[in-house]
């Protein structure tokens, strides 16, 4: 199984990528899954000095022949970060593999998606609006101010996707440790976005073309730190 280290943004010391193979143990992963192919460690850096305690952050993205399971984590240096990813991903994968083994006991049914996700904790993603001395409006973006009415693209990912029921969307969510998940509905054909909903198990939106409907305008804004 491969191991590949990359920065986004930032270079990466050949000390790091050494300490990488030596902390990612490959035996252990295989043991826990082994489908597993290959693992992609990207290395991030925040320069904003608000965020000096969670400045480095590390995503552990592991490729296998079943769903893929990611995992990251920030902290002070790099290292840090490295060590508290590999615990969430390590943690997964015994899920993933306890999960598996209740499924082949006869004796036990194996718990359900949604009791499996409902005790996660909900991570809120909020914005608020200020408004700034010139009169154009300022909108908070995390540690970013957003001038004018955006949009703000701060990362952009593209991922191959197959067709998929909404369990397996919920499993695949649950897998890469975030609250949402986009996926193509198998039954309905239709894109379509699973999330983690306060008080809820899950909500589901559908997403169904209107040819009638017109775009929403708007102009594009300035970024200031």
């Known amino acids: 199984m491969d191991i590949v280290v990359k920065g986004r943004k930032t270079e990466v010391p050949e000390r790091f990528r050494k300490h990488v193979a030596e902390k990612l ?4 992963i295989q043991k826990l899954d082994g489908k597993a192919i290959s693992l992609d460690v990207e290395v991030s850096k925040e320069h904003n000095p608000r965020l000096a305690d969670r400045s480095d952050r590390v995503e552990i993205t592991l490729h296998s022949r079943g769903p893929v399971i990611r995992a990251e984590a920030a902290a002070s240096d790099p290292y840090a970060a490295l060590d508290a990813a590999t615990s969430k991903l390590e943690a997964q994968l015994r899920k993933l593999a306890d999960k598996r083994h209740m499924a082949r006991r006869g004796g036990r049914t194996a718990i359900s998606v949604a009791e499996y996700t409902a005790p996660l904790a909900t991570l809120s993603a909020e914005a608020s609006a200020e408004g700034a001395a010139d009169g154009v409006p300022t909108t908070k ?15 952009e990912k593209t991922h191959a996707a197959s067709p998929m029921t909404l369990d397996q969307a919920l499993y695949a969510m649950e897998l890469v440790g975030h609250d949402f998940y986009l996926f193509v509905d198998s039954e309905r054909h239709q894109p379509s976005v699973v999330y ?15 040819p009638e409907a017109e775009p929403p305008t708007g102009a594009g804004g300035a970024l200031r730190r």
Not at 141 to 155: F, I, N
Not at 196 to 202: A, C, E, P, S, T
């Open 141 to 155: 973006a995390g540690p970013l101010d957003v001038q004018g009415e955006g949009p703000l693209v701060v990362r």
């Open 196 to 210: 983690r909903r306060h008080g809820y198990d899950y909500g589901v939106i559908y997403l169904k073309e209107d």
């Open 25 to 28: 143990k490959l035996e252990k």
